[in-house]
């Protein structure tokens, strides 16, 4: 038998769940050199991590088939979030239920007066986070001097989150002699100087190799223009059509935005951040599970831990901080040996810097261009063929229907209303603005050239100007086909009141007429987050000198004297603005 190294209660619970063999981690913790050891393990999000520390912690509790009679708890399970919690309480239940363990969780959001009376009543294990647990021991409800066995889940998250001093406090208040498992997806230094705190002659054991970017996921690096995000999230969820789809934003506020914005749109999808209570969470994740919803928005903090039955596509709406917050996020789908699809939802800005965090994450992406309303409208025709099509039994009453629908109209006719309706049914793809940057050395079309005159007519109509500055250029993808609608998204302006573009190799330069130069000033750092910069990167910031790269003259100017915004009648002295809200009315220089 695959289980005959394990107690005989646990392995018919894994049989009865439907094991028929452990995962590599799942094997190498009940391994004979594994036991009774501490263990510092490093596997996979998705790889069976609970279920392999609630078989290694099988030593220290099951006694003759059963766990013993405890008046305080003799294993504890820390984890970062409230769903990692519930979710590993009810793995330990069906795994720990034949040996009549009593299992209690310790969350915030949740009844603390209930959770202390659980405690007092005696259980045998205790699951709960950092926050929670260290507040019942300081409240004397929660004794660990008995304790046999400590287990940290996902460590490297609790370590981002700020829980250190939770986590040192709860393990000082433990025997010294107990086993202590260390579970993380990743082991960046602080989590090894805690495992060399609290640990002593810890077994390591790696299940991540070499290919970090897990076999199971395929990844996609989709190039946008910054104005396009949105629509490319749209594109992306109508294209894949994925059963469960989740999709990650840096803060809560992006999150209500997205949210709202598809369901608008008419996406059946639900929000998870740390502004929702525990109600509306649970809400959340059952209508998830229900088939009524297919679409979760979510933060990092609030999406980790969560396991999602069909969740086949991970789109990253904005940019992971760092390669293990790629990975977590990623590690929601491709569980459990199934396939998954993470996206990388990239502005042209930011190409650089996702490429050389999926190098550094040893992860090879697909790059490709985001997927426009025509290829979203092919793949609906695709599937409805594949789906009529389909071998099928049809019951009476539907045959008779079809002859009364045959008799009425013709079957163009009758295959057009079905098409129609379930075009109905779905939310529009979007058109999008860019289709992806220009090669170089490729011209544009010679019908899209504004003829010479034209060009200088919109030059002398925005010689009294001011110019500012965009800190990207040549070197980050820059083409006017984006900046100039993210201009009039930043600035609140139409596209004629954007004058001459200029492309450097690393900043773009560009003019605003004098006489709308405060209002797009003022809309421009509305727009923007604390660091002056949009959720792509972009900043916008006034060029008193104008472009100097090549220099050029303004006609009858001196030699010499380079091109920049001048003051009426003629004079040579340049315009200098204000900072934002403190310009003057023009006055003609002395």
């Keep these: 038998m695959p289980f005959d190294n ?3 209660v646990l392995a018919d619970a894994l049989t009865a769940r439907g094991y028929e063999a452990l995962t590599p981690v799942q094997a190498q913790v009940t391994e004979e050199g594994a036991k009774r050891r ?3 393990v490093s596997a996979q999000t998705g790889s069976g991590k609970t279920v392999a520390f609630g078989l290694a912690m099988a030593d220290e509790l099951i006694e003759d088939g059963r766990l013993p009679f405890a008046t305080s708890p003799l ?8 769903e ?3 979710q590993v309480s009810r793995e330990l239940g069906w795994l720990y239920g034949k040996a009549g363990a009593r299992i209690a969780t310790c969350v915030g959001g949740m009844d603390a ?5 659980n405690l007092n009543q005696g259980v045998h294990i205790v699951v709960g986070t950092p926050g929670r647990l260290r507040d019942h021991l300081e409240r004397g409800a929660l004794d660990l001097s008995a304790l046999r066995v400590a287990v940290l889940d996902e460590a490297d998250e609790m370590l981002d989150m700020g829980f250190r001093e939770d986590l040192e406090e709860i393990l000082d208040a433990t025997p010294r002699t107990r086993r202590t498992l260390l579970f993380s997806a990743t082991l960046p230094k602080p989590i090894v100087q805690l495992a060399r705190r609290y640990q002593q002659g810890a077994l390591r054991i790696s299940t991540v190799g070499e290919d970090r970017g897990h076999g199971d996921i395929a990844y996609q690096a989709v190039t946008v223009a910054p104005a396009d995000i949105e629509g490319a999230v749209v594109n992306l969820l109508r294209l894949h059509d994925a059963e469960t789809a989740m999709l990650f934003c840096a803060t809560r506020d992006n999150v209500r935005r997205l949210h709202a914005s598809l369901v608008e749109r008419g996406f059946a999808a639900v929000a998870l951040s740390g502004e929702h209570s525990q109600n509306e969470r649970n809400q959340a994740l059952q209508a998830l599970r229900d088939r009524r919803a297919k679409v979760c928005v979510a933060t990092d903090v609030a999406a980790r831990g969560i396991d999602l039955p069909g969740l086949s596509l991970v789109i990253h709406v904005e940019i992971p901080r760092d390669a293990e917050t790629l990975q977590h996020r990623s590690g929601r789908t491709g569980r459990a040996g199934k396939k998954g699809t993470a996206v990388i939802i990239v502005p042209y800005p930011r190409r650089r810097r996702v490429d050389g965090m999926l190098r550094g994450a040893r992860i090879n992406a697909e790059w490709k261009d985001a997927p426009t309303a025509a290829d979203v409208r092919q793949r609906d025709q695709q599937r409805l063929i594949e789906k009529l099509l389909e071998p099928q039994e049809h019951e009476a009453e539907d045959l008779e229907l079809a002859r009364r629908l045959m008799a009425e109209r013709s079957p163009e006719d009758i295959a057009a209303s079905l098409v129609r309706a379930h075009r109905a049914l779905m939310p529009p793809p979007e058109e999008l603005l860019d289709s992806g940057p220009r090669p ?4 544009r079309d010679r019908k ?8 200088g007519e919109r030059r002398d109509q925005f010689d009294d100007s001011v110019w500012f500055r965009l800190n990207i250029g040549r070197r980050q993808n820059a083409d ?3 900046i100039l609608p993210l201009l009039c998204r930043r600035g609140h302006v139409t596209k004629h009141e954007i004058g001459a573009i200029r492309i450097g190799p690393s900043e773009t330069l560009f003019n605003i007429p004098i006489a709308i130069a405060d209002r797009f000033a003022e809309a421009v750092r509305r727009t923007a987050n604390q660091d002056g910069e949009d959720d792509a990167g972009v900043a916008i910031t006034p060029a008193p000198d104008g472009p100097t790269w090549p220099p050029r003259r303004d006609k009858g100017a001196s030699k010499g004297s380079p091109r920049g915004s001048r003051v009426p009648g003629g004079n040579s002295e340049r315009y200098k603005p204000k900072p934002y809200g403190q310009r003057s009315p023009r006055r003609p220089a002395k």
């Design 440 to 443: 170089r050395g490729e011209a």
């Design 113 to 117: 007066s209930r959770e202390r009376r």
């Design 448 to 455: 899209d050239r504004p003829d010479r005159g034209e060009r």
């Design 75 to 82: 294993a504890l399970i820390v984890a970062p979030t409230r």
């Design 480 to 482: 006017p086909r984006w």
């Design 38 to 40: 501490d263990l510092l």
């Design 84 to 86: 990692l919690a519930l």
């Design 6 to 8: 394990l107690s005989p």
